[in-house]
């Protein structure tokens, strides 16, 4: 064995060894110290000491006062943080997986124009997305202020439209609104990761050779029966997989649920900040919030590997 052979051995052990250290330092320490923290105590008029008690984990589940009440506020916290990704996921894969399979037919350089617009849209932040889209739902600037100029609310009154968006909340008894809602929420959700699903299923999409889908047009199968038989269970897998990774990442989402939601309907993430940053400074009690959404996140994660698994096993 040459001594350049030794070397760079050496080398590749120390890299292996950095690689480990920094998984350590950015990834498990944060995450034990959170996890240790969630077990503290806060105390009243001062910070918080370390301890172990699972005061704050009852809390989050049974409210402050249990045995005496019991709240559900957190558990609500929680649904609706699994409601708005997992809902603004599927609408992004949904979407995109067209726009991706019409995108794949193009030529080439076509296809890389298209890459390389959605990867420049990533580089605005959410801050910038939200920003844009609270300007075109706002009342008196955005798409309220086109339907009353257009007379379209008008219209929507005299044929009972408004009165059905209002009970979506959707709507005021003078013209239509759409934050705070769930509907702007979701939407804003949904094109905020839309170019990451992009991204992810034209990998994939793309790998499908073209003599597959011309075999299956010559057998007289038409478009949408080659997508939805042909295509889509080739694409199973990267198609569920994208869910769970876009649901994971909208778990966080922070300034779309603080500009769009409405305040009874906030998320973890929202009660998670407000724990630790807030007036409260209730860093134990934001931990264990935190413990809960990322053990909720690992458990759809498990859930979706389980239904893929079943999936492939059946085949």
């Known amino acids: 064995m040459t001594a350049a052979t030794l070397q760079l051995r ?5 890299l292996g060894a950095l690689h480990v250290a920094a998984v350590l330092v950015l990834a498990v320490v944060p995450f034990l ?5 969630s077990f503290g105590h806060k105390v009243e008029g001062a910070a918080w000491v370390w301890g172990f008690e699972l005061t704050n984990y009852r809390r989050f589940f049974v409210g402050s006062d249990y045995p005496d009440s019991i709240s559900l506020l957190y558990v609500k916290y929680l649904w609706y943080s699994v409601w ?3 809902v603004a996921a599927i609408l992004a894969v949904a979407t995109a997986f067209p726009f991706v399979w019409l995108m794949t037919r193009l030529s080439r350089p076509a296809q890389t124009v298209w890459l390389v617009f959605f990867l420049c849209s990533l580089t605005f932040s959410e801050v910038f997305i939200v920003m844009g889209w609270d300007i075109l739902m706002s009342n008196r600037s955005g798409l309220p202020m086109v339907f009353q100029e257009t007379g379209l609310t008008d219209w929507l009154k005299a044929n009972g439209g408004l009165d059905l968006l209002r009970d979506w909340g959707l709507a005021t008894p003078r013209n239509v609104r759409f934050k705070p809602s769930e509907f702007a929420t979701i939407l804003t959700l949904t094109y905020l990761v839309w170019p990451y699903a992009v991204i992810l299923l034209y990998p994939p999409v793309s790998k499908i050779e073209r003599e597959v889908v011309e075999a299956a047009r010559t057998m007289g199968a038409s478009p949408f029966t080659v997508v939805r038989t042909v295509v889509m269970p080739m694409v199973r897998i990267p198609l ?4 769970l990774l876009l649901f994971v990442f909208l778990l966080g989402a922070y ?4 500009v769009f939601a409405d305040p009874s309907k906030h998320t973890l993430s929202i009660s998670i900040y407000e724990a630790v940053r807030g007036s409260t400074l209730n860093a134990p009690f934001g931990s264990a919030q935190a413990m809960i959404l990322l053990l909720t996140a690992a458990a759809v994660l498990v859930i979706g590997q389980r239904f893929l698994s079943a999936k492939s096993g059946g085949r």
Request: hydrophobic share 70%.
């Open 10 to 14: 050496s080398v590749i052990r120390g």
């Open 33 to 37: 110290l959170v996890f240790a923290i």
């Open 84 to 86: 708005y990704a997992l």
């Open 240 to 243: 569920v997989g994208a869910v």
């Open 255 to 258: 300034v779309t649920i603080a």
